[in-house]
């Protein structure tokens, strides 16, 4: 007996060597954690338990056979966060540069369809160059394996990708197809092609980080969802975001006591709204003090900043806060916020997760570049999300509700809950100045007519009055008791039950 354990514990070291200590040692260089020492940082003290530590690859090509490294470049088991089921894969770099054979992809599908017949959210920790080369064909059917059970899992658990290190091909597709995205400045890159490619193909120089880097992916293209200035700092916030998510589409999102009483009165509140209708301010100002202290997590903080994306908690329970944000392009919505927000607003009501929106949005961004953009299709995303949620939906305009993005944003005829006002709010089909021009055209080279006609527009539409004498607003509430009124309207709709129409799946304008 004592030489089968002393057998395998020799076993066990050669696989947590991985490819050796050379190559550990050229990761932790490039400021890396290895494979292991992350999942060590992302999930509760000795709660992991490792499966098939012992697989190793079948491939003979291009002298293969003689390059075998127990657990084949990808370390896969389960553990908890703050005592949480999870599911977790973490590419080893060391191995192959963590690239995906048939092996290591049947090792990953193991954990894709363990999470999901036991509904618990799955992590996979990317640092890996996508399909094994030397197996050809195997490691594509390998991906294509893992790309089948992402979709499968698609709002049934969360999936959650975190971007460790150099990442092609495969290993940022499958990423694509989950629910959130982060990644490591400095060290992680994300490309379908690298940038050797991209220069025999196009004749273009681009650097790694030029390419595919952390700020590229979190600014401008909008394929990761938040940045981190390393590994812990990443693997930490994960932990976070975990403890916000429910584990399944069945399941309810952990309830985090808290101290932060439910009434809480914010007299700042009645004057966050400057006395000139075009001046700006901070929406994020609302949602941190509406929600309970220090529980905002803003999904994709640093694009399309006109819309603000944030899980956050009232009393103890997830919400999804989306609100516009009038200091960045008067909070207008254009194309790229249409996108952010209706991704967020799927992935809440896929996930049972309440959406709170806040209001204030001058219409939507006018200009060719918008339009030759699709701003059309992209703008009707965020209306399709919205419409069919059927999550409780409450939402507060503080300011401006202008035109189509009135109806947009989770307004009463798309089957808002409960739909506040400001007294601040102004609702109308646009703002005063553009609709007396156009109704009076006659007076637009008359200053002194037109003041007249603008002033009467503003009198009569800029004010929540008409919108609620209609019943489209259900309350006009005090600022500093807004915190109250939500909180008070969720309680009212925790039971809320809404369904669509049957259907295979609808045609959202993708
Ligand atoms: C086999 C690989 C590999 C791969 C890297 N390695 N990628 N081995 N298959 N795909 C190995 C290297 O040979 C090297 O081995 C080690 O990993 C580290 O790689 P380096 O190149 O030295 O590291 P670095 O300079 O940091 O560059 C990392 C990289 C680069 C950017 C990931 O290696 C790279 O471009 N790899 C190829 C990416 C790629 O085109 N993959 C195929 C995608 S197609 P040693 O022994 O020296 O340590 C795909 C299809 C899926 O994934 C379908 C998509 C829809």
Redesign the pocket.
């Known amino acids: 007996m004592k030489d089968v354990l002393i057998e395998l514990e020799r076993r066990r070291d050669e696989a947590r060597a991985g490819?050796g200590a050379k190559?550990i040692t050229a990761q932790h260089e490039r400021g890396k954690l290895t494979a292991r020492e992350r999942l060590e940082v992302l999930l509760d003290e000795n709660s992991f338990e490792e499966f098939d530590m012992f697989v190793e690859h079948r491939c003979t090509d291009f002298g293969m056979d003689s390059q075998k490294y127990p657990g084949d470049g990808v370390v896969t088991g389960w553990g908890t966060i703050n005592g949480r089921q999870v599911f977790v894969f973490a590419k080893d770099f060391t191995v192959?540069?963590g690239?995906l054979s048939w092996t290591h992809a049947e090792k990953i599908m193991k954990v894709q369809d363990m999470a999901v017949r036991n509904r618990a959210p799955i992590i996979g920790l990317f640092d890996a160059?996508?399909?094994?080369?030397?197996e050809g064909v195997a490691a594509?059917g390998g991906?294509g394996e893992v790309f089948q059970r992402n979709v499968l899992a698609s709002g049934v658990i969360p999936q959650i990708s975190v971007i460790m290190g150099?990442c092609?091909?495969?290993d940022v597709?499958s990423p694509a197809m989950t629910d959130f995205i982060f990644m490591v400045r400095g060290t992680s890159y994300m490309f379908v092609t690298?940038p050797e490619v991209v220069k025999t193909v196009t004749n273009e120089t681009v650097t790694a980080e030029e390419l595919g880097g952390a700020d590229v992916h979190t600014t401008r293209s909008s394929v990761a969802d938040g940045a981190y200035d390393d590994d812990i700092a990443c693997l930490i916030d994960v932990r976070r975001l975990v403890d916000i998510l429910p584990a399944s589409n069945v399941a309810t999102a952990p309830v985090l006591p808290t101290e932060d009483p439910w009434d809480r009165i914010e007299m700042s509140l009645d004057t966050l709204i400057p006395d000139s209708p075009t001046a700006p301010y901070d929406m994020k100002e609302l949602l941190e003090k509406v929600a309970d202290e220090g529980s905002l997590f803003e999904i994709q903080a640093a694009f399309a900043k006109n819309i603000i994306t944030s899980f956050g908690r009232i009393e103890g329970k997830t919400v999804g806060f989306v609100a516009n944000q009038p200091l960045t392009l008067a909070g207008v919505l254009d194309s790229d916020a249409s996108r952010k927000a209706a991704r967020f607003v799927r992935f809440c009501d896929a996930f049972n997760i309440p959406i709170v929106t806040f209001v204030d949005v001058p219409g939507f961004l006018p200009g060719t570049a918008q339009e030759y953009g699709g701003l059309i299709k992209h703008g009707a995303k965020l209306l399709f999300a919205y419409a069919e949620a059927t999550v409780p939906k409450v939402t507060l305009i503080t300011r401006k509700a202008y035109g189509g993005a009135y109806d947009v944003m989770a307004s009463k005829h798309l089957r808002g809950d409960i739909n506040y006002a400001w007294p601040t709010a102004e609702i109308a089909v646009m703002g005063p100045k553009g609709a007396a021009e156009i109704l009076y055209r006659a007076d637009r080279d008359n200053p002194e007519a037109l003041a007249k006609r603008i002033k009467e527009y503003e009198d009569r539409f800029a004010n929540p009055f008409v919108a609620a004498e209609r019943g489209f607003i259900d309350e006009v509430i005090l600022p500093h008791s807004t915190r109250r009124r939500i909180a008070r309207a969720l309680r009212l709709l925790q039971e809320k039950r809404l369904e669509n129409p049957w259907r295979k799946h609808d045609t959202i304008p993708l």
């Open positions: 490819g190559r192959f540069g690239s160059g996508g399909a094994r080369i030397q594509l991906y150099p092609a091909g495969g597709y690298g």
